[in-house]
């Protein structure tokens, strides 16, 4: 199983963009990446997914290295609400889908 | 609307009890997981199962035994509640299809073993 390493904390201002990133050197080409968010007293939330290159959706971007073993979370013009605990995880092969989360980076917005 | 939900969402019990969470997922999903989140442990896998009657031990399964009855329905047991064992629960579903669709997560189930 591909281990997961992020910043254990971050800080930003209210409307700034925030990259978090994650390292995932033993990543294996089966596996995918995903990235969740955790608010107190409420479970993970799903953001974005990918694989390779670069995804984006209403939330967030994620960029992925050329060698899969860097991804990068985006996030524009972060809020107050956006203030959490973000999880970098990668899936391991469909025949044993264990799902583990690493620590996570926790994100503190301020006014 | 896809969805995992827990019972109760908080229980508290006395050491030596006997305590049993469940969890629903209506998003026809064959994987269902069990966690337990501690300050500063994170979620920590206790079980899992990929479908009715099967069940995978995850990386903290001491105290705890789990059932999956159906599809849809993943217990948590706890027949000798310890002190130990005071966390918050929380239970996941996820389809291991071509899609690689992301876990979705319950509101979780506070736990106090007194």
């Known amino acids: 199983l591909a281990k997961t390493t992020q910043p254990p904390s971050m800080e930003a201002y209210e409307g700034q963009e925030v990259n978090v990133s994650c390292s995932h050197t033993?990543?294996?080409?089966?596996?995918?990446i995903y990235w969740y968010r955790q608010v107190p007293h409420q479970g993970p939330q799903f953001i974005i997914q990918?694989?390779?290159d670069y995804v984006v959706n209403e939330v967030a971007s994620l960029f992925i290295s050329a060698d899969r073993k860097l991804s990068t979370l985006s996030l524009p013009w972060v809020s107050l609400r956006d203030a959490a605990v973000y999880y970098c995880?990668?899936?391991?092969?469909?025949?044993?889908?264990?799902?583990?989360f690493g620590k996570g980076t926790h994100l503190h917005v301020l006014p | 609307e896809a969805a995992v939900t827990q019972s109760p969402r908080n229980k508290v019990t006395v050491t030596g009890g006997n305590v049993t969470l469940s969890c629903r997922q209506t998003?026809?999903?064959?994987?269902m997981y069990w966690y337990r989140q501690d300050t500063g442990h994170g979620l920590r896998l206790i079980h899992y199962?990929?479908?009715?009657?099967?069940?995978q031990i995850g990386d903290v399964p001491d105290g705890y035994k789990a059932t999956r009855t159906t599809q849809e329905d993943f217990f948590l047991l706890l027949e000798l509640a310890s002190p130990s064992q005071t966390s918050l629960y929380f239970c996941?579903?996820?389809?291991?299809?071509?899609?690689?669709?992301?876990?979705?997560f319950g509101e979780g189930t506070r736990l106090s073993v007194l």
């Open positions: 996941a579903s996820s389809d291991s299809g071509n899609n690689n669709q992301a876990p979705l």
């Open positions: 998003n026809s999903h064959n994987y």
């Open positions: 199962s990929y479908g009715a009657g099967n069940l």
């Open positions: 995880i990668v899936t391991p092969d469909t025949n044993a889908y264990k799902v583990i």
């Open positions: 990918g694989y390779k």
């Open positions: 033993n990543i294996a080409t089966s596996e995918y």
